[in-house]
């Protein structure tokens, strides 16, 4: 499945634009483990959603997700040299094209969930166009990244405390992780019960994912002083509050028929 989106992915870059921008949008959008996308297959799946819909709904989660990383890693927010092994955007290319393509991702996103192909029903675009928006926008990461800039100290030396992190991180990845699950139910227009612990389900999952990715980059997260939930509470502290949003989420599957996300948390956790 994986291998058929990735050959999606770049036949859905407008063709039209400046060959640069393109280049930039194709690169961000390349690579990754597409683990959003994956979620909000596998739950449109559930309800019988046709995979042509879910697949160009995961291609809209992956636009936004792709602009965030281009933006996150940016000289004015992480700096970052690298992303999926490889050189950032801004490395790659130049700072003002990182911007603009991510910019155009951004917007891409909405474009494809507009399309009468992901769904018939335009209430449907619009219930999906609105989870998106929220997840991604100030209620969402865009609120996550502003509270990572100020827990490194931005704008003010206060002390970082372990709930402003949790929240950071649940602003900053939990959300998107939350939104592509829902997705999927919204898609197979699930009842309101269905679509709620689906979301649920994906905030949980979200939260796990963030603690097992800091846990990767502890070291090197702990030299820099970067504060992320690991290096605040300790490895031991860490990895039982994973395991604790891993059991509640598979509380959620055990108590509904979405068994078949199991293969997913596994793969990932």
């Given at each position: 499945m994986v291998r058929k989106f990735d050959r999606l992915?770049?036949?859905?870059?407008?063709?039209?634009?400046?060959?640069?921008?393109?280049?930039?949008?194709?690169?961000?959008?390349?690579?990754?483990?597409?683990i959003r996308a994956l979620l909000l297959i596998e739950c449109?799946?559930?309800?019988?959603?046709?995979?042509?819909?879910?697949?160009?709904?995961?291609?809209?989660i992956e636009c936004l997700h792709a602009y965030s990383l281009i933006h996150d890693d940016l000289p004015s927010m992480d700096n970052a040299a690298t992303r999926r092994g490889k050189a950032s955007v801004h490395k790659k290319y130049d700072e003002a094209t990182a911007i603009l393509a991510g910019d155009a991702l951004l917007t891409l996103a909405f474009e494809i969930l507009a399309r009468t192909a992901v769904h018939p029903d335009p209430n449907v675009r619009t219930e999906l166009i609105e989870s998106l928006a929220k997840a991604a926008g100030q209620r969402g990461m865009v609120s996550g990244q502003m509270m990572d800039l100020a827990l490194e100290g931005r704008w003010s030396k206060k002390k970082s405390s372990i709930k402003s992190i949790q929240q950071m991180e649940l602003l900053k990845t939990a959300k998107l992780f939350s939104a592509a699950c829902e997705a999927g139910a919204i898609l197979g227009q699930a009842s309101k019960k269905d679509r709620a612990a689906?979301?649920?389900?994906?905030?949980?999952?979200?939260?796990?994912?963030?603690?097992?990715?800091?846990l990767k980059d502890i070291e090197e997260d702990q030299k820099s002083g970067k504060k992320t939930f690991v290096t605040v509470v300790g490895e031991k502290q860490a990895r039982m509050q994973s395991q604790q949003l891993i059991n509640d989420s598979e509380k959620i599957i055990s108590e509904t028929r979405f068994s078949s996300l199991q293969a997913i948390k596994n793969a990932v956790l």
């Open positions: 992915l770049p036949l859905l870059i407008p063709q039209a634009t400046h060959p640069r921008l393109k280049s930039a949008m194709r690169y961000a959008t390349s690579g990754g483990k597409r449109a799946t559930i309800f019988k959603v046709p995979r042509g819909h879910s697949m160009l709904a995961a291609a809209a689906l979301a649920k389900y994906g905030l949980l999952f979200g939260q796990a994912f963030q603690i097992a990715d800091d």
